[in-house]
């Protein structure tokens, strides 16, 4: 009797050795197509399923290898059908479930979870995606940062069809003015400009898309800063601002922008802008007790004066930085511009 149960036991030791082991087929030849048997259903489920779960690991080698295994059928050369990307999709997101849930202390298998989520760039990865940025649902710092990242990957895939694309976008951006860190928010920013880039557009998309992006940046803009009106204290979330206005002002000097498209936005941007460089002022003698946001206040303000002083026709080389009259403690000078800038836009 004792032998029969340590067979036994061995024998379920085993079973469950061969259930939990990431399957060992390929699914390359069959992923470009747009109807599967069930029986390629089944192996592109399996696969997707078992190497997902297969990421639940602290050894570097083996999350290397399934992650791997996980981008392969991903690539361009695969050629992923909309169906079958929809099926690995749902396989994926079963096996990573573990993963993402707020229990889960693996974060090192968390972030390539995401990571892998933010390639295969499916409706219903990117609205995972979505659930994760929003730090009403999502308390972990780092798994809204990583999924942020993901969202802007997810929305240059191409795989999402541009109406269900920018939804998302729009839900991303309402997200932006709730989130409590700067690093958080410079990559949701991010994700937002990177609808720029979406691959397997038209020219009527494209335009779409860059105009769509560049309404998105300036509405989060103008509730972000209406939120820094409402914060009682030096808040570290300005120092977003220092990196967001820099992308933005280089995405609005692209020469391949369309002219109406970067008036439109400028236009909207000259009211936020103006409350920004205000507020900044408001704030600067409590701002200089820590000498990397002070600096951040500056670096923000001198772009957003860039911006301003180009859409006015005000970029003069001989006219003084906001940079260097922040560093000046030269606040009425500051001010002076922002006037400016408010009786030019009445012209």
């Known amino acids: 009797m004792s032998n029969i149960r340590i067979l036994l036991l061995c024998l379920s030791f085993s079973f469950c050795f061969v259930a939990m082991a990431p399957p060992r087929h390929r699914i390359v030849n069959i992923v470009n197509k747009n109807s599967l048997t069930s029986e390629e259903n089944r192996l592109v489920t399996q696969y997707a399923i078992g190497w997902a779960e297969a990421l639940d690991t602290i050894d570097t080698t083996e999350l290397f290898s399934a992650r791997r295994r996980l981008i392969g059928p991903l690539s361009q050369d695969a050629d992923m059908s909309p169906y079958v990307r929809s099926v690995y999709s749902k396989g994926v997101i079963t096996g990573v479930s573990p993963l993402l849930d707020p229990s889960n202390t693996n974060e090192m298998g968390l972030v390539n979870a995401l990571q892998v989520l933010s390639v295969i760039g499916s409706d219903q990865a990117s609205r995972k995606l979505l659930n994760m940025v929003d ?61 720029q880039d979406t691959m397997n557009l038209d020219s009527t998309e494209k335009r779409k898309h860059e105009e769509t992006s560049l309404k998105l940046q300036t509405k989060a803009i103008n509730s972000f800063v209406d939120s820094l009106r409402n914060s009682p204290f030096i ?20 020469p391949l922008l369309d002219s109406n498209e970067r008036n439109a936005a400028q236009k909207e941007l000259v009211e936020p802008l103006c409350k920004f460089v205000t507020i900044s002022v408001e704030v600067a003698e409590g701002a200089k007790d820590n000498e990397t946001l002070f600096n951040a206040y500056g670096q923000a303000i001198e772009s957003a004066g860039l911006i301003l002083d180009r859409y006015f026709g005000l970029d003069d080389d001989a006219r003084s930085s906001l940079m260097d009259l922040w560093k000046d403690n030269n606040t009425p000078a500051i001010l002076d511009r922002v006037t400016q800038w408010k009786s030019t836009i009445k012209k």
Request: hydrophobic fraction near 45%; charge should be positive; aromatic fraction near 8%.
């Open 235 to 254: 808040d570290e979330k300005f120092t977003a601002m220092s990196m967001v206005l820099p992308s933005l002002r280089m995405q609005l000097s692209s």
């Open 135 to 195: 730090v009403s649902e999502e308390k972990r710092d780092s798994a809204r940062l990583w999924a942020s990242i993901g969202l802007g990957k997810s929305f240059m895939v191409g795989a999402i069809p541009s109406r269900k694309l920018i939804i998302n976008a729009t839900r991303l951006q309402g997200h932006i003015s709730k989130e409590p860190k700067w690093f958080v928010i410079v990559e949701q920013f991010s994700a937002l400009a990177a609808l």
